[in-house]
């Protein structure tokens, strides 16, 4: 059955009584329809320049919202020590031992970038010391780009001590790379190019690459992690290259570390080698070839203080065939690091360093240092 209409009905009961009460109630039917029309019209177009209007408040806001993005970070240490070797004065001195001061953004959801500049009193002048672009999106590809300066992934140099350990005196390397990589659930693995601070033959090419894997786990209040490194010249280590200089030949290096912590427990373990002997006269051990090694092994425990955090440490380091890079061949270390206020620490270290024996072309000295240190983060 068709239905008609209200205004038609109107219009048809009307029409039957009388015409010209029928015309005129057409006529403001029609008109008020016609007004509806409008007025929907209207509503429709001021829905249009709201959504407009707020579209543009949203964008106006991110313009203006950009330092919320934005991610400031520091560390300032003060250490006091005494030096007390075997033979000769003692020294003790109070020095600004770091300066460091970060930035980096997420400039969107594919780009990170980021900076930081340092300065470390008697060692190293205030310069940028790392800057670098990230390209990564875990949402939708497990690989990542980065390019810039940076410290190469060859090594982790975990501990709780004040002291940087021996492994890291020989590997540790700044160049600008480029670095390709993947994360997959707790695996991650990346190879990285750079052009060194040194020469093999006389070329300077991007010729000095490496590749690392790394495993980590957190369950509760257990962590696992475990990496393996190699870098195709350890000569191009920020200490190694003071001291081999350009060679004909390069000399790999490999690496290996694992850590673990079961409640208040953590152990620390992590070994450096070189692959090969490098030529006598760029660096050398009882006159021949030296194929220098390192390692570090530390164990902490964590407690409390006066409702303090608190961590003890003890820690063995060594190294092998490394007299020329001026290291000990073994130390003993004890450690306490109190977080005496939020992102505050004050630490204390006592070291015992034994230097090569003289039939090795050492002194065989002992000698003996402590440390304190007020670091603060932000």
């Known amino acids: 059955m068709r239905i008609l209409s209200l205004s038609a009905a109107v219009t048809i009961a009307l029409t039957s009584q009388n015409p010209a009460v029928a015309d005129s109630v057409t006529t403001r039917l029609n008109q008020l329809e016609t007004q509806n029309r409008a007025q929907e019209a209207t509503l429709q177009q001021q829905a249009a320049v709201i959504a407009e209007q707020q579209k543009t408040h949203m964008a106006e806001s991110d313009h203006s ?17 005494s030096f007390s070797p075997e033979t000769g004065n003692s020294e003790s001195d109070i020095s600004l031992a770091t300066v460091e001061l970060g930035i980096k953004s997420k400039v969107n959801a594919w ?3 980021g900076a930081s500049l340092l300065y470390e009193q008697d060692q190293t002048d205030l310069e940028v010391d790392t800057g670098y672009i990230t390209i990564a999106n875990t949402d939708v590809t497990p690989l990542f780009l980065t390019a810039g300066q940076l410290y190469v992934p060859f090594g982790v140099f975990e501990t709780n001590m004040i002291s940087d350990p021996l492994t890291l005196e020989i590997g540790e390397t700044r160049e600008t790379t480029l670095q390709i990589g993947a994360t997959q659930g707790d695996f991650s693995g990346s190879v990285y190019l750079f052009n060194g601070d040194t020469t093999i033959d006389g070329e300077n090419q991007i010729d000095n690459w490496g590749a690392n894997l790394g495993y980590a786990h957190t369950a509760n209040d257990q962590a696992w992690t475990a990496s393996v490194g190699y870098l195709n010249d350890l000569g191009e280590t920020d200490t190694m290259q003071a001291f081999v200089g350009d060679r004909a030949e390069r000399t790999g290096g490999w690496t290996a570390s694992a850590s673990a912590t079961w409640g208040r427990f953590n152990l620390i373990g992590e070994y450096l080698a070189a692959t090969d002997d490098f030529a006598a006269e760029h660096l050398s051990f009882k006159a021949q070839g030296a194929c220098p090694t390192a390692w570090n ?25 490394a007299l020329a890079l001026e290291l000990p061949e073994q130390r003993w270390l004890l450690g306490l690091a109190v977080e005496i206020f939020d992102k505050t620490s004050l630490k ?26 007020i670091a603060v983060e932000f």
């Open 65 to 81: 919202d950009w330092y919320r993005h934005i991610e400031v970070f520091g560390l300032i240490e003060v250490e006091a020590g």
């Open 111 to 113: 780009v990170e970038a």
């Open 297 to 321: 092994l530390e164990a902490g425990f964590t407690f409390a203080i006066m409702g303090k955090k608190s961590i003890a440490s003890v820690g063995y380091q060594g190294t092998s065939e």
């Open 348 to 373: 204390f270290e006592w070291a015992r360093s034994t230097d090569y024996d003289t039939a090795d072309g050492g002194s065989g000295d002992i000698d003996n240092r402590l440390l304190a240190q």
